[in-house]
């Protein structure tokens, strides 16, 4: 077993980070985790320091893009899984949700013509019109030339707890012009994070995960998940005051998906 140690330098706060830090300055109170450690946690990937998990982040280039609509607490929380998307997919964006208001920023990204976003929940709460199974083949005129380009998918995740999810997509009217991306798994999730009834609800980052593979991004989809088994391995043997294996079969997994 190698030796665990903390990166010297801290990565560069992505979107969520930043929302996490708002919703903080933000707070009366420290949240506190359910059955969460009260050691000093790492700013850079939440994990008590002895399990910091920065040194392996994985970053993946991606033509699509990911947009994080999240509910209030929802960046607070150490099992927080949208965060490992920003840690991966550079071109992930994240707004927190109010059901009175919304973010000026969140309608320009979803109107900006470089992307076509897609609002991913399950088709069977949405008006068969608006469902789609696979990505649509859209292209836009070129604003530098005669031809024509492609528009990036944008993956729009709400991103909560199930009741939660379904209020959000219920109250949000400024997204009911969008494509609805029902996506249609065969594996079940393998989550083990947090409790839900349901095998067939997925974490945020397995969602992601199965978007990018739905839009031909198999390096990312891979990586999404080979991270997100890293970080639980990390985070459940951090909650069990155990040490990390560096050399175990999900640490492997996720090196052999470095680029050489």
């Not at 608006?130 to 005669?146: C, D, E, F, G, Y």
Request: net charge positive; hydrophobic share 45%; aromatic share 6%.
């Amino acid at each position: 077993m190698t030796e665990f140690k903390a990166p010297q330098a801290l990565p560069e706060p992505h979107a969520v980070a930043r929302l996490r830090s708002v919703r903080l300055a933000r707070s009366s109170k420290p949240f506190l985790a359910r059955g969460g450690s009260r050691l000093a946690h790492c700013a850079g990937c939440r994990l008590v320091l002895s399990h910091c998990l920065c040194a392996l982040r994985p970053e993946v280039p991606t033509q699509a893009g990911v947009c994080l609509i999240m509910c209030d607490i929802e960046p607070l929380k150490p099992s927080n899984t949208g965060w490992l998307i920003a840690d991966v997919v550079a071109d992930t964006a994240a707004f927190g949700w109010a059901r009175t208001e919304v973010d000026p920023a969140l309608l320009a990204m979803l109107a900006d013509p470089q992307w076509q976003p897609y609002l991913v929940f399950p088709g069977e709460f949405v008006a068969a019109e608006r469902v789609v199974t696979a990505l649509l083949p859209t292209v836009q005129p070129s604003l530098t030339s005669a031809g024509q380009v492609a528009k990036r998918p944008l993956f729009v995740l709400l991103d909560a707890t199930w009741p939660e999810a379904r209020k959000m997509f219920r109250k949000s009217s400024y997204l009911n012009h969008l494509p609805v991306l029902s996506l249609q798994p065969e594996q079940l999730s393998r989550y083990r994070l947090r409790r839900s009834k349901r095998e067939d609800h997925f974490c945020t980052s397995e969602v992601a995960a199965l978007c990018m593979e739905l839009a031909g991004e198999s390096l990312a989809a891979q990586t999404l998940e080979a991270y997100l088994d890293v970080f639980t391995a990390h985070y459940l043997q951090a909650k069990q005051q155990m040490p990390i294996d560096l050399e175990d079969e999900v640490h492997l997994r996720l090196s052999l998906l470095k680029p050489r």
